[in-house]
């Protein structure tokens, strides 16, 4: 039996927003990537503290203290922007920890893509599956429809069926919720899917 191919929500969700060869070259990127490692994720600690932070009820001095004692330069900035973004989503919110789950979405039994959402929160009386955006590029409304869909179908569908799926911008503060407007995306992602697993068989047969 072939080893099923493994990859990330947002794996796919880039792969979605590319056109021609770019999504080619973004198979090959995750085909030849080297194995996940903490030291080599440059969000690790920051995401860690996060969730820390957020489990503990410790508020936003905790964070700042935080950035102040970070001593690798090239991350501070990013750092900060994230934790003022997110300071400036939680203001004004009553907002306690809720513990999030993982879960995988299966295509065709050979493709597996990775869902994990890194926050419960209950907002009020509403409960939360939460995914995080940590990058500096605006994440569109296209990519977080997506990526909330997949969550849609393997959590908040399921065993998590009570709680909204939701995607957190953490630089802009904005709170991404699932837009029901949104028609055929199910159809769209198994294309990609299609489409991904297309690409990475040619790399395979390539490289045996």
């Known amino acids: 039996m072939a080893e099923k191919i493994i990859i990330s929500a947002t794996d796919l969700v880039d792969f979605s927003q590319r056109r021609g060869v770019t999504k080619v070259t973004k198979v090959k990127n995750v085909f030849e990537r080297e194995p996940y490692s903490p030291e080599k994720d440059f969000y690790f600690r920051l995401r860690r503290k996060l969730i820390s932070n957020l489990k503990g009820a410790k508020g936003a001095e905790d964070l700042l203290t935080f950035i102040e004692n970070e001593s690798d330069a090239r991350k501070k900035p990013h750092f900060l922007a994230i934790v003022k973004g997110y300071i400036k989503f939680l203001k004004k919110k009553n907002v306690s920890w809720l513990v999030p789950n993982h879960a995988d979405w299966n295509y065709k039994n050979e493709l597996i893509i990775k869902v994990n959402p890194e926050l419960g929160l209950l907002i009020g009386e509403e409960k939360y599956l939460v995914k995080l955006h940590f990058k500096g590029s605006k994440i569109n409304s296209s990519e977080a429809q997506y990526i909330l869909r997949l ?58």
């Open 151 to 208: 969550m849609e179908m393997s959590l908040c569908n399921g065993l998590y069926k009570g709680y909204k799926c939701a995607l957190l911008d953490l630089r802009k503060g904005s709170f991404h919720a699932v837009n029901t407007k949104s028609i055929m995306l199910d159809e769209l992602l198994e294309a990609e899917a299609e489409s991904f697993l297309k690409i990475w068989k040619g790399f395979e047969r390539r490289s045996a």
